[in-house]
């Protein structure tokens, strides 16, 4: 589990592609600190495992099903990484609940500064905006943030100065892509209220049907 408060930008090293899937090589310098092999590490708001290291750089297996669903399959050497260690026991809480698994993307749609703050809007698909809500938590490249607007497919967050320091996210442009993870409280209950239930079958009977098999 993760909070969504980004300890470090890491920089990638190397990208090795397969068929479908990648490794990444990241150099960090806080994250390196106590790291074992196994570790979890969120990258870009993306849950990962560290399958080897040394002491400036770490590295992690990317599946296919991970680069489909992600920012990550943009990765070239030279990009900048949002970084978090998994939560120790015992932590404070200063973001949210974040698994690190996402939901999906969304694309920058503009940039807009507001006295000591900076508007981004993000517009997303469907079945992600669904659990996006105004006031709501929600994790961008795995910066827990908090939505201040809803409109159709888009939403708003304002970022401070020490968030645009911290992390990726004012590095951006219009048009890049962006992970994606919603407070898992929706979706469980959305789990919960529709489990086992099957759609009813739609009564096609009208006046058309009728006329057609010579009701009418």
């Not at 980004?6 to 806080?30: C, F, L, N, Y």
């Not at 404070?92 to 703050?117: C, M, P, Q, T, Y």
């Not at 659990?131 to 961008?140: D, E, L, P, T």
């Not at 809803?150 to 968030?163: A, D, Q, R, Y």
Request: aromatic share 6%; hydrophobic share 40%.
């Amino acid at each position: 589990m993760f909070t969504g408060l980004i300890e470090e930008i890491g920089i990638v090293d190397r990208v090795v592609k397969g068929m479908k899937s990648a490794q990444i090589t990241i150099k960090a310098k806080k994250i390196i600190d106590d790291v074992k092999l196994g570790d979890s590490i969120s990258t870009n708001g993306v849950c990962l495992t560290v399958i080897d290291f040394d002491k400036s750089s770490f590295t992690i297996d990317i599946m296919p099903e991970t680069m489909r669903r992600s920012n990550l399959k943009n990765i070239k050497s030279g990009s900048k990484v949002n970084l978090e260690r998994a939560m120790k026991l015992g932590d404070r809480f200063g973001g949210h609940i974040v698994s690190g698994h996402i939901d999906g993307v969304g694309v920058v749609k503009a940039l807009e500064e507001e006295d000591n703050a900076t508007w981004v809007s993000i517009e997303s698909s469907s079945e992600v905006m669904k659990y996006i809500i105004n006031k709501g938590s929600i994790a961008i490249d795995g910066t827990s943030l908090t939505v201040a607007l809803v409109e159709g497919n888009v939403f708003k967050v304002s970022i401070i100065p020490l968030t645009k320091e911290e992390t990726t996210l004012l590095s951006k442009k219009v048009g890049d892509e962006v992970n994606l993870e919603c407070d898992m409280v929706g979706k469980y209950i959305e789990r919960f209220m529709t489990f086992g239930k099957v759609d009813e079958p739609k009564n096609n009977i009208d006046m058309n049907f009728l006329r057609e098999n010579g009701f009418v």
